[in-house]
Each structure stands twice: as C-alpha cells, then as structure tokens.
C-alpha cells in the first residue's frame, strides 16, 4: 500500500506542477502542453493533482472535458486505492 500511495502521491505532484506550468506558459505565450498530455498524466495517476490544480491555479476549469473526466478519475483512483488497500 506504501508503494502505491507514494506512486499516487509523486505522478500527482508532477501533475499539478505541469498543469501550473501550462497556465503560466498560456499566459506568457509559450508552447503550451497539449491536452491529451495533460489528460494521459492524469489518468495515469495524477488526477488528484490535477483536480487540485483545476480549483487552486483554475486552469482548464472550463472545460468540459477535464470538468467530466477528472472527477472520474478521482473516483477511479481512489477506488484502487481503497482495493489495494482494503483488498
């Protein structure tokens, strides 16, 4: 269990650190991360830093596609973590 909530714990600091960066390269006019990027680190399991990073840095918040997908994946995730845990 300690291995999988440190895996969850790291993809989702990295996550919310690369969601952080693409709204400051929208704001700045760099090359931006794609969405399919940012959807692909979530579901790999970032999605609770991202989730985070949508209320917090209020990026891709209006968006339909990330305000559907990563409540899923939230829940997904922490169903896996609770059947890891739980067995």
Known sequence: MCVVSLYF???SLITF???AFDKLAA???????????LLVVAAIGGSFGA?????VV???S????FRIT???LVVAHTLL???VAFG
């Open 9 to 11: 714990g790291v993809v």
């Open 51 to 55: 989730l985070v990073a949508m209320v």
């Open 62 to 65: 209006r968006h339909l596609k």
């Open 70 to 72: 990563l409540p899923i």
């Open 81 to 83: 973590l609770l059947f």
């Open 17 to 19: 650190l690369l969601y």
């Open 58 to 60: 209020r990026h891709k």
């Open 27 to 37: 704001r700045c006019g760099w090359r931006r991360i794609s969405e399919r990027a």
